[in-house]
């Protein structure tokens, strides 16, 4: 929450806290002082250690601290054992993490520090934060705690304020996410899906995203970033710029956002100081003088620049699959989707004929349609009842499509034969999903 934590947090009969932006002296010394403090509260820990700060920055909303173990940790005696004044649980058992009030003259609370609990509009019997407000001023500790396989991609990603997220922008429109958990591929028809053309079909996420690597090396070189410039360190936000100009999706492409890509939700996170700074001022700039610096015309349409999203997005899959090797697992995922995809076109496309001749509506209607997912093919040129049932996720109703995947093989033949089988497939479901009962109820009893 940038810094804010403690005023959108709750604790009855407690004050919401104050914790404003901190100057460089008061952020580094907090920052010495709390980092040592958690070396001796977390002795089992592989490495604690704060993110390397964004350059030139005028002031601190918080200290990020990361504890890389996988050791269990115990927030309320962390924060009691560093003298905490307030602590709020922000984690999962995924990500654990949390935030701590201190005083922000370094000095030790003398009472307990007390627990402080996230707020939702949401709920509205749960409490909310105090109007009430402290007059003191504290500072806001954030703790993440990584497991040790994610210590190198996590020192990355955290690194110069918004610059993970940055890269993340350049490349999201390429089918990547930059991830605090590793670069990940999207599916074009995952994000196909959110067009007007696809929005009978809504996939989940785990269906149509796939991570490609934790390494912060192997992804830097793919993406053509110099990875021992990383490590220098960058003392300004023109290196950081320059830095991230190399990389080779950096481009007029990246700037706008396609209308299928979302805001991320580490993107809603981020200051956007510097982030809006690079893409509205920096990379334009960047990438008119290289147009104007091509030698040649022929040079200049040779650039990434000049070529559509949806070639370059093409060139990078497969690269990607190649360098991660990872062809055979996009392979899988790819065929399931596609697979769901039609499934789900199929029903659009069945659902008013179905209503037509059935008039079903509703719930009836859903039956109806499900009984066609699980019982009907389209073979030889018409519909066709299986011989036996098959569960959703293998249904065959997708051999309705053409091989453009969007519309019916035949439609006339399909109304045609629904018109006369509708019932019929009504009364096979019922009786097959009557002997599965049958069989289940036989086999409960033998066992």
């Known amino acids: 929450m940038g810094g804010n934590v403690f005023m959108h947090c709750a604790a009855e009969g407690h004050p919401s806290l104050k914790t404003p932006r901190m100057d460089p002296k008061t952020y580094q010394s907090l920052k010495k002082q709390y980092t040592q403090l958690l070396w001796t509260s977390l002795p089992d820990s592989r490495s604690i250690a704060t993110a390397i700060e964004a350059p ?57 520090p007390v627990k402080y609990i996230q707020t939702s509009d949401n709920h509205p019997l749960q409490l909310k934060p105090s109007k009430e407000v402290d007059d003191k001023d504290y500072a806001q500790i954030d703790i993440v705690k990584i497991g040790s396989v994610l210590a190198d991609w996590t020192g990355f990603y955290s690194s110069y304020g918004d610059l993970a997220g940055m890269l ?88 706008e956002r396609e209308r299928t890509v979302a805001p991320t939700r580490e993107e809603k996170k981020m200051d956007r100081s510097m982030f809006n700074e690079f893409f509205q001022v920096w990379l334009p ?118 091989q453009t995947g969007r519309e019916l093989q035949d439609r006339d033949a399909v109304d045609k034969w629904v018109k006369v089988h509708f019932d019929t497939v009504k009364d096979v479901e019922r009786k097959r999903m009557e002997e599965q009962k049958k069989r289940s109820a036989s086999a409960a009893g033998l066992g």
């Open 56 to 112: 030139e920055k005028p002031d601190y909303g918080d200290i990020d601290i990361i504890v890389i173990s996988d050791h269990d940790v115990d927030w309320a005696e962390v924060a009691a054992e560093v003298g905490a004044v307030a602590w709020v649980n922000r984690g999962t058992d995924d990500k654990p993490n949390c935030s701590l009030a201190v005083h922000i003259d370094g000095s030790r609370s003398i009472n307990p």
């Open 168 to 255: 993340g922008r350049i490349v999201t429109n390429f089918g990547f996410d930059i991830t605090e958990t590793g670069l990940r591929l999207r599916l074009k028809e995952w994000d196909d899906s959110s067009l007007e053309e696809w929005k009978h079909f809504n996939p989940r996420k785990d269906e149509g995203k796939m991570m490609l690597s934790t390494n912060p090396d192997e992804v830097m070189e793919f993406f053509g970033l110099n990875v021992k410039r990383f490590y220098d360190r960058f003392h300004t936000k023109e290196e950081i710029f320059q830095w991230l100009g190399e990389c080779g999706l950096a481009c007029q492409n990246c700037i």
């Open 285 to 402: 700039a960047y990438l008119e003088a290289k147009r104007l610096a091509s030698s040649t015309p022929e040079h200049a349409t040779e650039e990434v620049s000049r070529t559509p999203v949806s070639k370059i997005r093409e060139q990078y899959l497969e690269a990607a699959l190649s360098r991660f090797n990872k062809q055979r697992e996009y392979n899988a995922l790819h065929q399931n989707l596609l697979h769901k995809r039609g499934i789900a076109t199929a029903e659009d496309r069945l659902r008013p004929i179905i209503a037509t001749h059935s008039r079903k509506q509703k719930s009836a209607l859903a039956e109806m349609v499900r009984a066609f997912r699980r019982n009907v093919e389209f073979c030889d040129g018409e519909p066709r009842i299986l011989p036996t049932q098959r569960q959703d996720f293998e249904s065959l109703l997708h051999t309705f499509l053409d």
